[in-house]
C-alpha cells in the first residue's frame, strides 16, 4: 500500500499570498496516479488536478500541480477567499489500493 | 454534466448491513471509467473503500475487504456498495466518486 503523507497539516496565510501543500510517497508513483481534491466546509471534495499536473475542467489557472517519484506539490499561486480549505492529494488508478493523505487545512491568518 | 447521487438508509444499527446506492445521470462521459467508494468520519479524512469496473470487477481497502461487497448495473447507471457487520466505527459520511466526479456524500450512522 501506498502510504501518502501531506505537509504542512495546517498553513495559515492571507488572500493573495502563495499556498505551497506537500504530498510525499512512501514508494515511487507514477505522475499519472497522483491527484489533488480541495473539499470545502460542509462540501463534498472536488477534483483539483489529475495526472499530477492537469487542471480538472473549470479549475482556476492559480491551481497547479508539480513533482514526480515521492514528492508532489500543489501551488496556489494568489489566494482568494473560496481557497481556504482542506485539501487532500490521492493515489489512484493503479493496481494498488487508492490512499489519501491526510489532507493539509488552509485557513485564513 | 455529470451527476452522482447517493441514497440508502441514514441509520444502521450495529452488527447489521449497511447498503447504499449511487445514481449516475449524465453517464456517457463516464461509460468505461470505475466506480469508486469513498468514506469521511466527521472531523476526519478521506477513506477508500473500493472500486467497481463496469465489467464487474473489483478491488478493495485491505482493511474493509472482508466486509465490503460492491455491485453494478450499467442498464441502471447505478452502482452499490454493502458493508456488513457494522459497528460505531462505520459512522461517517460515504461518498461514490468517478472520472474525478463527486456525490454530494450521505450520512450513514451506526447506532443502536
Known amino acids: 500500500e501506498i502510504v501518502l503523507t501531506q505537509s504542512p497539516g495546517t498553513l495559515s496565510l492571507s488572500p493573495g499570498e502563495r499556498a505551497t501543500l506537500s504530498c510525499r510517497a512512501s514508494?515511487?508513483?507514477?505522475?499519472?496516479?497522483l491527484a489533488w481534491h480541495q473539499q470545502r466546509p460542509g462540501q463534498a471534495p472536488r477534483l483539483l488536478i489529475y495526472h499530477a499536473f492537469s487542471r480538472a475542467t473549470g479549475i482556476p489557472d492559480r491551481f497547479s500541480g508539480s513533482g514526480s517519484g515521492t514528492d508532489f506539490t500543489l501551488t496556489i499561486s494568489r489566494l482568494e477567499p473560496e481557497d481556504f480549505a482542506l485539501y487532500y492529494c490521492?493515489?489512484?488508478?493503479?493496481?494498488?489500493?487508492?490512499?489519501f493523505g491526510g489532507g493539509t487545512k488552509v485557513e485564513m491568518k | 454534466q455529470v451527476q452522482l447521487q447517493e441514497s440508502g438508509p441514514g441509520l444502521v444499527k450495529p452488527s447489521e448491513t449497511l447498503s447504499l446506492t449511487c445514481n449516475v445521470s449524465?453517464?456517457?462521459?463516464?461509460?468505461?471509467?470505475?466506480r469508486n467508494w469513498i468514506r469521511q468520519p466527521a472531523g476526519k479524512g478521506l477513506e477508500w473503500i473500493g472500486r467497481i469496473y463496469p465489467s464487474g470487477s473489483t478491488d478493495f481497502n485491505p482493511s474493509l475487504k472482508s466486509r465490503v461487497t460492491l455491485s453494478i448495473d450499467m442498464s441502471k447507471d447505478q452502482f452499490s456498495l454493502k458493508l456488513n457487520s457494522v459497528t460505531a466505527a462505520d459512522t461517517a459520511t460515504y461518498y461514490c466518486?468517478?472520472?474525478?466526479?463527486w456525490g454530494q456524500g450521505i450520512l450513514v450512522t451506526v447506532s443502536s
Open positions: 514508494q515511487s508513483v507514477s505522475s499519472t496516479n
Open positions: 466518486a468517478s472520472a474525478g466526479f
Open positions: 449524465g453517464a456517457s462521459i463516464i461509460t468505461g471509467y470505475y
Open positions: 490521492h493515489f489512484y488508478g493503479s493496481s494498488l489500493p487508492d490512499t
